[in-house]
T-cell receptor, first 114, second 113 residues
Framework: GENVEQHPSTLSVQEGDSAVIKCTYS??????FPWYKQELGKGPQLIID?????GEKKDQRIAVTLNKTAKHFSLHITETQPEDSAVYFC?????????????FGQGTTLQVKP | DAGVIQSPRHEVTEMGQEVTLRCKPI?????LFWYRQTMMRGLELLIY????????DSGMPEDRFSAKMPNASFSTLKIQPSEPRDSAVYFC???????????FGQGTRLTVV
């Protein structure tokens, strides 16, 4: 079945450094790839997303890259700050459906040390 | 809009009891999803609805789980009877038909003892 693998499971960086989280997906029909940030006691919140017709997207300190041929995508956070500490999930759409139905990676716990 | 609203936020119940989780999606969102989050399995899609109709319930773990959406503004996830292995955080999410972003509620932390 469809699957999304996410690495690393934990990541610790110093404030100001960059953080990179990588995901691979199995369904070549997937065309939507969001990233969610989950803070303690809260639900996941979308921080950035990318569609299959785009190779890269940037929003301030956050960027996402997509390689459809290799079926992998990555989240890049530059100039990390302590408030970036959270669990980050990548996800891929089930096929090309536009329903919001997603397969999630296992999550990466990011710790930014001041 | 207040976002997706779930209740209760926390639920502790004894094994064998019936548990009902509630969700109010964002107004105008035609899709509603129920997810379960555990350390072992991460975020799993249990079931989703389109225009109040269940579309895919293949993620529902057992017959003890059931979900309904009687109208566009309300959905329930019921577990009867509950078991300790059902302990998890249950999230409800909704999305608009013209957008793919899924908005999540705050979740219900269920503990079955």
């Amino acid at each position: 079945g469809e699957n999304v693998e996410q690495h690393p499971s934990t990541l610790s960086v110093q404030e100001g450094d960059s953080a990179v989280i990588k995901c691979t997906y199995s369904d070549s029909a997937s065309n939507y790839f969001p990233w969610y940030k989950q803070e303690l006691g809260k639900g996941p919140q979308l921080i950035i997303d990318i569609r299959s017709n785009v190779g890269e997207k940037k929003d301030q300190r956050i960027a996402v890259t997509l390689n459809k041929t290799a079926k992998h995508f990555s989240l890049h956070i530059t100039e990390t700050q302590p408030e970036d500490s959270a669990v980050y999930f990548c996800a891929a759409s089930y096929g090309s459906s536009n329903t919001g139905k997603l397969i999630f990676g296992q999550g990466t716990t990011l710790q930014v040390k001041p | 809009d207040a976002g997706v609203i779930q209740s209760p936020r926390h639920e502790v119940t004894e094994m064998g009891q019936e548990v009902t989780l509630r969700c109010k999606p964002i107004s105008g969102h035609d899709y509603l999803f129920w997810y379960r989050q555990t350390m072992m399995r991460g975020l799993e899609l249990l079931i989703y609805f389109n225009n109040n109709v269940p579309i895919d319930d293949s993620g529902m773990p057992e017959d003890r789980f059931s979900a309904k959406m009687p109208n566009a503004s309300f959905s329930t996830l019921k577990i009867q009877p509950s078991e300790p292995r059902d302990s998890a955080v249950y999230f409800c999410a909704s999305s608009h038909p013209l957008q793919t972003e899924a908005f999540f509620g705050q979740g219900t932390r269920l503990t079955v003892v």
